[in-house]
């Protein structure tokens, strides 16, 4: 989760992690990639005011670089366009809906250039 990588990221730059390569099962692995994923936002979650607000926010900085380097990849392979939606997902309890908020709409050609930004179409300022 998340969470358990924001610990793990304050207990190396607070000095008490125990950094570990062991993988014992697929979850595992995930919560590595999760770990890996918000390591360069150390400094950022540290002066955060709000560090549980920020964190989503840096992993979705994150996973945003690795959409975009995999759709410029595979971009060629599509014959007309791509629509791309980026955002958070923000689940709540189970007798409650849970919300997304939406962060990148794009329209790309098969090169992964915008053609247009489309986010403003869905959103709005409250």
């Known amino acids: 989760s998340a969470i358990a990588a924001s610990n793990y990221l304050k207990g190396i730059t607070d000095g008490g992690a125990q950094i570990?390569?062991?993988?014992?099962?697929?979850?595992?692995?995930?919560?590595?990639?999760?770990?890996?994923?918000?390591?360069?936002?150390?400094?950022?979650?540290?002066?955060?005011?709000d560090r549980m607000r920020e964190l989503p926010f840096c992993l979705y900085?994150?996973?945003d670089l690795l959409m975009s380097d995999i759709v410029k990849k595979g971009?060629?392979?599509?014959?007309?366009?791509?629509?791309?939606?980026?955002?958070?997902?923000?689940?709540?309890?189970?007798?409650s809906l849970d919300y997304f908020l939406p962060l990148r709409f794009d329209y790309l050609n098969n090169k992964a250039e915008l053609l247009e930004d489309?986010?403003?179409?869905?959103?709005?300022?409250?």
């Open 20 to 49: 570990t390569t062991k993988i014992q099962s697929f979850t595992d692995f995930q919560q590595g990639a999760v770990q890996e994923l918000v390591l360069p936002h150390g400094k950022r979650l540290a002066e955060a005011e």
């Open 61 to 63: 900085d994150s996973q």
């Open 75 to 95: 971009a060629s392979g599509v014959k007309n366009n791509i629509a791309l939606l980026g955002g958070i997902q923000i689940n709540t309890s189970p007798d």
């Open 118 to 126: 489309m986010l403003d179409d869905i959103t709005y300022d409250f």
